[in-house]
């Protein structure tokens, strides 16, 4: 498992935060976090990450209610988000991915990844139990396969897993992104009716976010590539460029020094290859 640096609730003891009535974060300070609702009829857990943490997310349930988890959801394919479902099966829960996920952990079998038990397809599926619905939009391509996120409308609660990263640059060499497209996601999820929203990785000071965390990763993107585009149009030799360009407004983000060239030549290589207006007009 990829280490994520300055994420995470390392520095804290708790690892459960109540979002609202019935909803929750369990974030153990391994860098990734689930959300899990109880309702009236049982639970709803999302993000089992790898066996350790789904025992811990099954442990801090249980530590809540003693109603049982009849659901887990992923939120995309990626191993290091979509192992541990096995000890959710075990314990009697269906196990639920999209199709463009489904797939892919069809055909890259893990030993500590359980295919799902059922896969649903389009744009969005609406899971309602115990009172509580939960909806599960599919954001299309963006990062990994099948990347979904879900809404609870009652609450205006979001759960939003590697898309966003509230107040850190993109995790290195932005594996799996589809930059264009994810830019596209971002300004639909901004379109989606949520105030507060729990992310996969995020910093213990701040356990919970919002929507203006979405919309800072969109500007975060659209300003790299705006200064990559600045710096072209000032003669700065291509292969130079990823570690010529700063973004002063970012530089108190995590990983600022180190990902930002990162980060750059994958945006500025994309780009290239387009499409993309490299004679936008720039301020």
């Known amino acids: 498992m990829l280490a994520f640096p300055l994420i995470g609730n390392a520095s804290s003891d708790k690892k459960i935060w109540k ?12 860098g990734y976090s689930s959300m899990f609702v109880v309702t009236d009829d049982g639970v709803v857990a999302i993000e089992p990450v790898n066996i350790s943490h789904a025992k811990g997310l099954l442990s801090a349930i249980q530590s809540v209610t003693d109603k049982p988890v009849l659901y887990l959801l992923h939120s995309h394919n990626h191993w290091d988000h979509s192992k541990g479902g096995q000890v959710f099966r075990d314990a009697g829960a269906t196990i639920l991915a999209h199709a463009e996920a489904y797939k892919w952990m069809e055909a890259n079998p893990n030993p500590e990844l359980a295919l799902p038990d059922e896969s649903w397809t389009g744009k969005q599926k609406d899971l309602t139990l115990g009172g509580k619905t939960i909806e599960l939009h599919y954001v299309g391509m963006s990062h990994g396969l099948g990347m ?6 009652d609450e205006k609660i979001a759960y939003i897993a590697d898309i966003v990263t509230p107040n ?21 999820v901004e379109e989606m009716d949520f105030n507060k929203a729990i992310f996969s990785h995020s910093h213990a000071k701040a356990p919970m976010g919002g929507k203006k965390d979405v919309t800072k990763t ?11 585009v600045n710096e072209f149009k000032k003669g ?6 990823p570690n010529t360009v700063k973004l002063p407004k970012y530089k108190h983000w995590a990983m600022y020094e180190e990902w930002l060239p990162l980060n750059a030549w994958r945006v500025m290589l994309e780009m290239h290859m387009g499409p993309f207006p490299w004679h936008v007009s720039t301020p």
């Open 236 to 241: 700065t030799p291509f292969g130079a460029i």
């Open 168 to 188: 850190r640059v993109g995790f290195a060499i932005l594996p799996d992104f589809n930059i264009k497209e994810w830019i596209r996601a971002l300004t639909e």
């Open 19 to 30: 979002a609202a009535e019935g909803v929750y974060k369990y974030s153990p300070g391994n």
């Open 148 to 153: 979904t996120v879900f809404i609870l409308p």
């Open 218 to 228: 969109r500007e975060f993107i659209q300003d790299l590539q705006m200064a990559i």
